[in-house]
């Protein structure tokens, strides 16, 4: 089976998606992924910092990459995809499973982070990103006293 390929901004907004999106093929598409990762922690990522799986069902991708703020979107969207592949240890192209990518992103974002690294996200201001966040922070605390959270 391939690994699922997930740009690096991707990581951080599947902690906060809750079924909205730019389409509905977006929506179900996300929905699908997400809830594949949500269910088997062992399902191998291949991370990129190029338009991936989300970005196949968005009405925003070009030929030239993520147009969502016009023409000349994808170059900023690459360079967040790489400040978040930093920030988690992760190199471009790597594969690891989603549990430990779960792990990267508890152990180096925090939701606050979000506002440097999201920067012009439209999604940001709805704050369902931090939320996720915060939600997946709370499982794992669960998880550390003997409670079986599925994370």
């Not at 730019?22 to 062992?42: C, G, I």
């Not at 989300?54 to 030929?63: E, F, V």
């Not at 400040?83 to 594969?95: A, K, N, Q, Y």
Request: net charge negative.
């Amino acid at each position: 089976m391939e690994p699922v390929r997930l740009r690096g901004h991707n990581l951080l907004c599947i902690q906060g998606f809750v079924g909205k999106g730019y389409s509905p093929e977006f929506v179900d598409n996300m929905t699908r992924v997400v809830d594949a990762l949500h269910a088997d922690p062992q399902t191998e990522v291949r991370v990129v910092a190029e338009p991936d799986a989300l970005c196949d069902a968005c009405p925003n991708l070009s030929q030239h990459g993520c147009e969502l703020h016009g023409p000349g979107t994808e170059r900023g969207i690459v360079f967040q995809d790489r400040d978040v592949l930093h920030r988690l240890g992760i190199g471009d192209g790597e594969t690891l499973t989603w549990g430990v990518i779960l792990e990267r992103i508890l152990a180096s974002v925090a939701p606050d982070d979000l506002d440097d690294i999201c920067g012009a996200c439209p999604w940001l201001p709805l704050g369902h990103c931090k939320a996720g966040l915060r939600t997946l922070r709370g499982a794992n605390r669960q998880e550390a006293k003997g409670a079986k959270i599925d994370v």
